[in-house]
């Protein structure tokens, strides 16, 4: 794996680049190997210190991405800088367009029904149905996760993404990942299917760039996430308090 794992907050993650990810899943692919992939942003790593089920099926993926630019900016504090973020749903868009290009086959799950239905509907005419493996919405019981997990095992997909709410996603990841074993590359993508389908507008890219992505989903849902955020972000601030000024070994992360 190209590029060096490092750990920020008791979380490792691969300090790599948008592009050396994206050769990562390629080769993957032509090599017909196994890739479980997920990201970590300030939220995540709040959530992995209160969540054991949630740290391990975080820390045990193959690959594990920065998604938040506070991540990204904390790195620099503890002197090991991340080389940039590499955002869920940047890194789904390009996979779909390689999709495209290198002839893989995409399975989408998650979202209510009439999101993925449009997602795929907006994917087959951009692109074409041939990328289509499969799909179906993100609702289920407990009990079903293992029927779900075979359906999408046996629909010769080489990408599975994942858009549920942490910590669903990521442990069904984890859980079912055995049954998984043939799809080349499984990865959550959180609300990233809402977006892409028209659904919830994205930051602007300045707000991106400034990590204020968080300002601006408040702004669209208030009394939904003003709570949420102003209890995580101070949440974070402590943690990076914590491991800055007791310099705790961050380079060993156990489970």
Not at 161 to 179: C, H, M
Not at 243 to 255: A, G, P, R
Request: proline share 2%.
């Amino acid at each position: 794996m190209t590029g060096k794992r490092i750990h920020i907050l008791g979380t490792p993650i691969d300090n790599l680049t948008m592009q050396e990810t994206l050769d990562i899943v390629d080769l993957a692919i032509q090599s017909d190997e196994h890739i479980h992939h997920t990201v970590v942003n300030a939220g995540k790593i709040v959530s992995m210190h209160e969540n054991n089920e949630l740290r391990k099926s975080v820390i045990e993926a193959d690959l594990i991405n920065a998604d938040g630019q506070a991540v990204v900016w904390v790195s620099r504090l503890f002197s090991k800088p991340l080389k940039e973020r590499v955002a869920g749903i940047d890194l789904m868009e390009r996979l779909v367009e390689s999709a495209h290009k290198k002839h893989y086959r995409l399975f989408f799950f998650g979202a209510k029904e009439e999101v993925v239905n449009k997602l795929v509907a907006k994917y087959a005419e951009q692109y074409s149905t041939s990328i289509i493996a499969g799909y179906r919405n993100g609702y289920f019981k407990k009990e079903d996760e293992r029927k779900i997990a075979e359906e999408i095992a046996q629909s010769k997909s080489n990408i599975l993404f994942v858009a549920i709410t942490s910590p669903i996603k990521e442990n069904f990841l984890y859980q079912n990942r055995d049954l998984l074993r043939n799809v080349n590359l499984i990865m959550g993508v959180g609300g990233s299917f809402d977006v892409i389908a028209g659904y919830v507008k994205r930051a602007p890219i300045w707000m991106q760039k400034t990590g204020l992505e968080w300002l601006y989903r408040v702004y669209q849902e208030p009394r939904r996430m003003f709570k949420r955020y102003l209890v995580g972000n101070l949440k974070f601030l402590r943690l990076v308090v914590k491991y800055y000024f007791k310099k705790e070994d961050d380079d060993k992360v156990s489970t």
